[in-house]
């Protein structure tokens, strides 16, 4: 199945020209119109998610039906970003150039650190990102996915999360990744740790090859709700029995979804939310790593740092 789909959709209402308009006057687009189309997108991208979305082991004997685990994958199940991984994988590969791979990591850190969803900037994002795998195929990328968990992923994994989910799938509950990783890399992972599958950033691709362009969105904040939603549609699952692991308050519309929501290694947002509502809390980081992650009155300037930090490592 894998590396056969075009995965081409629709455009997303609102993004076309006016038929009403010569195409050579275009309408002037308002803040409120990019933030409906952003809105527009990011549903796309959750539909695009669970289409491609596999399962990669079979269900147990004594299967749970109705209920499921949902887990982030970064600072959640994995240290750090998965991104940034492949990325650093990809480089030595020759993908890429450092400046550009410093670029990806300021704007991945401003967008984290700052918590804006600003339409423009996150157009910019979508603009770049994977961009870098244009022309190369799906069987590639999956293959030298398989070799970049081995190299930078495996032992970045947390066992307090990847025991949570192991209860789940003794349970024969079914657990799924969900993630603004590229989805062949959120499977890799998915099926390197006995998962069911997984939801991830889905990049068009024609004929195997990759056109450099995103399905909607990253698979980000609505867009994974939309995209656990279609899940458990197709899977008829009860919500309400379910579970969602995040560290993000930006993973606020998928963990409200369930019934059980937890919040992994979570930053200061979510903490509170969590504590507000009742919501369990897991934290497996050191004291060290939870002040660092809270500290945000340095952030963007942290995040150039780490930029900068980036390319003069992979230099070297």
Excluded at 81 to 93: D, K, M, N
Excluded at 106 to 122: C, L, N, T
């Amino acid at each position: 199945m894998r590396g056969e789909a075009h995965h081409r959709f629709p455009a997303p209402r609102g993004s076309l020209p006016s038929m009403t308009r010569p195409s050579s006057v275009p309408r002037p687009v308002s803040p409120a119109d990019r933030r409906r189309n952003l809105k527009s997108r990011s549903v796309l991208a959750g539909q695009a998610a669970a289409a491609a979305a596999e399962v990669e082991t079979a269900l147990a004997p004594a299967a749970d039906l109705t209920a499921a685990a949902f887990f982030d994958v970064d600072n959640t199940i994995m240290q750090g970003a998965s991104i940034f991984h492949l990325a650093r994988g990809l480089y030595r590969r020759d993908f890429f150039s450092a400046k550009d791979l410093a670029g990806a990591v300021w704007q991945q850190a401003y967008f984290r650190v700052s918590g804006v969803e600003d339409p423009e900037h996150i157009a910019k994002a979508r603009a770049s990102a994977l961009s870098f795998i244009a022309g190369h195929s799906v069987s590639e990328l999956e293959e030298i996915g398989e070799e970049i968990f081995d190299e930078h992923m495996a032992h970045k994994i947390w066992p307090g999360t990847r025991a949570i989910a192991q209860t789940h799938l003794d349970r024969g509950q079914r657990v799924w990744l969900v993630t603004a990783a590229p989805v062949e890399i959120a499977q890799v992972i998915a099926r390197r740790l006995g998962l069911t599958g997984a939801l991830g950033t889905v990049a068009e691709h024609v004929d195997g090859i990759y056109t450099g362009q995103l399905v909607g969105e990253m698979l980000h904040g609505e867009g994974k709700a939309v995209a656990v939603r279609a899940i458990a549609e197709r899977e008829r699952l009860d919500l309400a029995r379910c579970a969602a692991y995040s560290d993000s308050s930006n993973d606020l519309p998928m963990l409200s979804l369930v019934g059980h929501p937890c919040a992994v290694n979570p930053d200061t947002t979510l903490r509170a939310h969590a504590r507000a509502n009742g919501w369990e809390i897991r934290d497996y980081r050191t004291g060290r790593r939870v002040a660092l992650a809270g500290a945000r009155t340095a952030g963007v300037a942290g995040a150039a740092v780490a930029a900068w930090q980036v390319a003069r490592r992979l230099r070297r």
